[in-house]
Every structure is written in C-alpha cells, then in structure tokens.
T-cell receptor, first 116, second 112 residues
Framework: GAVVSQHPSRVICKSGTSVKIECRSL??????MFWYRQFPKQSLMLMAT?????????EQGVEKDKFLINHASLTLSTLTVTSAHPEDSSFYIC????????????FGPGTRLLVL | KQEVTQIPAALSVPEGENLVLNCSFT??????LQWFRQDPGKGLTSLLL?????REQTSGRLNASLDKSSGRSTLYIAASQPGDSATYLC???????????FGKGTKLTVNP
C-alpha cells in the first residue's frame, strides 16, 4: 500500500530556533499534501494545503510566515516552524493525496515537536 | 462551520464484545465520511470511507453506517480484540473540498 514517511519522528529544540519537518510519499506521486497539528486530546486541525509548484494555502489563524511550507517535488513537502516557542509544541502530521486516487489521503506517522 | 463530535470519548470493553462508536456532524452537506484508526504517537490508518450517497461500508469485522440527513455515522466493531485498542477518528469532507474535518476521537481499550 501507499506509504508516507515523516522525518524526524520526534525533535526537541530550544525556544527561538527553527525546525524543519519532511513529509515524503514513498511509492506514489502527490500533487497535494496536507499538514495537520494535533494537541493532546484534541482533534487533528488542518494547518495548510501544500500544492507542488505553487504556494501553500493556509487555514485561518495559521501564520504563513511562522509555518513555512515548501512542496518542491511530487514526493516531498517540508514544514519549517520558524522561531519556535513552547506553545508550538505539538504533534505534526502530514498526509499526501495520490494523483491516481483523488479521494484518498495517506497519512504519515507524525512528528512530535517539543520546544523548551 | 462544520463541527464533528464523537461519543463516547473513551470506551473500555472486554474482549469478544461487539461495540458501536458514534460520530455526528453539524453540516449535512458532506461529500464523504471516513473512519480512521490512530495508535498512540502514530499517524492515521484509513479504515472505511463512505460516500454521501452510500448508507454503509463493511470491511471485515468493521461496519460503518451513514445517515447524512441526520448528521450521524456509527462504526460497529464485531467480536472486539485487544489489537483493536486504539483511538478511532471520524472525519468528513465537504463537496468541492479535500479538507478533512476531524472529531476528537474515541479511545477504545479492549481488555483480554
């Protein structure tokens, strides 16, 4: 089946630093990838939609200058949390939509970010 | 604004029991509804996808139903096993949009 990987799986950083999270579709091409954030005991909340070759579309309330998204190829999207603060500590999950299977999103294993 | 609610928030059952998880959504104009499974600290695995025109979908011991007009869906798990222990998430999409709106999930524990 389709596999989506994320790297790193967990990261601890100091407040004020930037952290990059990679999302890769391993065996399929994805024109669209999605980035979600999940706080403890809360729903997954869509942060942004990443389209290959164009600018990402951000959800209301998500700062585009703080959460930089780059969808450089059909198999890779990156999320950079700039100047991270403790309130950015969360579980970040990406998903990728297979070009051939329009309704199906495959989810990555998630990245646990802890900002000290 | 679409809101998805899942009841109960947590459920603990003995092995072998049949169980039902509930999902409700406020805007009935959905395109489809999906049930996912999430293991602790892990990503999501899609279990069942029901199109808005469908009433139910089945996969093995899982059966999901959809009553679009009333804004409800149920996930029925037959003969539960300890390996079914996980958080089950319900999510809907709206026509013309790929965005998934998730509920908070039901944490299921199946005791041996």
């Amino acid at each position: 089946g389709a596999v989506v990987s994320q790297h790193p799986s967990r990261v601890i950083c100091k407040s004020g630093t930037s952290v990059k999270i990679e999302c890769r579709s391993l065996d399929f091409q994805a024109t669209t990838m999605f980035w979600y954030r999940q706080f403890p005991k809360q729903s997954l909340m869509l942060m942004a939609t990443s389209n290959e070759g164009s600018k990402a579309t951000y959800e209301q309330g998500v700062e585009k200058d703080k959460f930089l998204i780059n969808h450089a190829s059909l198999t890779l999207s990156t999320l950079t949390v700039t100047s991270a603060h403790p309130e950015d500590s969360s579980f970040y999950i990406c998903s990728a939509r297979d070009i051939a299977l329009k309704e199906t999103q495959y989810f990555g294993p998630g990245t646990r970010l802890l900002v000290l | 604004k679409q809101e998805v609610t899942q009841i109960p928030a947590a459920l603990s059952v003995p092995e072998g029991e049949n169980l039902v998880l509930n999902c409700s959504f406020t805007d009935s104009a959905i395109y489809n509804l999906q049930w996912f499974r999430q293991d602790p600290g892990k990503g999501l695995t899609s279990l069942l996808l029901i199109q808005s025109s469908q009433r139910e979908q089945t996969s093995g011991r899982l059966n999901a139903s959809l009553d679009k007009s009333s804004g409800r869906s149920t996930l029925y798990i037959a003969a539960s096993q300890p390996g079914d222990s996980a958080t089950y998430l319900c999510a809907v999409t709206k026509g013309g949009s790929e965005k998934l709106v998730f509920g908070k999930g039901t944490k299921l524990t199946v005791n041996p």
